[in-house]
């Protein structure tokens, strides 16, 4: 799977996401948005809720079943939380084992 759809599919998910919000709490979604931690974009229910969309499309959709919140991830130096282009990276790491 190459990056730029995995980027796609991220800025797609956290659009969605930006579409429920109240319009005091949405975001620009870049490749440097915050997504947990110090100076986030989003709450922590609204990152779980991405993480859970993003399993279930990448299962649906690709037929990958990966986990974003496993060992694994949880205990990566550098977190795929800490802003979209960790996450993307962290996604084109799993998805193209």
Do not use: H
Request: charged share 30%.
């Amino acid at each position: 799977m190459e990056r730029s759809e995995i980027f796609e599919i991220v800025f797609s998910q956290l659009n969605v996401l930006n579409d429920t919000l109240p319009e005091d709490q949405k975001f620009t979604v870049r490749n440097d948005t915050i997504l947990f931690g110090r100076g986030s974009s989003i709450d922590s229910m609204s990152l779980v809720s991405v993480i859970v969309d993003l399993e279930d499309y990448f299962f649906d959709e690709k037929g990958l079943e990966i986990s974003l919140t496993d060992d694994k991830a949880m205990t990566r130096e550098i977190s795929p939380f800490d802003n979209v282009n960790n996450l993307v990276d962290y996604l084109y790491e799993i998805t193209n084992q």
